[in-house]
């Protein structure tokens, strides 16, 4: 059905005069959320900022406590690569 729907529709092509002139500065203004206009949105992004830096520190310290504390003489061999696609997830 979605298939159908993609392939048979026909989009309107908007004439190039009733679009708005292109501008980088007014681009990347519009993704400025003020946080104390939205405060809702200030805590979301505070909280979800501290999980995560949280998540990455452990994961750090992880490594120094298994090579330290518990006299692990190798590096894991995953440690790295977990730490660097953790961002990305």
């Not at 392939?7 to 959320?33: N, T």
């Not at 992004?45 to 830096?53: A, D, E, G, P, S």
Request: charged share 10%; net charge positive; proline share 8%.
């Amino acid at each position: 059905m979605l298939g159908a729907f993609v392939l048979l529709r026909q989009d309107v092509v908007l004439p190039a005069s009733a679009r708005e002139k292109f501008a980088w500065g007014s681009f990347l203004r519009s993704f400025w959320i003020n946080p104390v206009r939205y405060p809702d949105f200030g805590w979301a992004w505070l909280t979800r900022f501290l999980l995560y830096l949280s998540s990455q520190l452990i994961l750090v310290y992880l490594l120094y406590f298994l090579q330290d504390g518990l006299n692990h003489p190798n590096r894991p061999p995953g440690c790295w690569c977990s730490a660097a696609s953790t961002p990305v997830l």
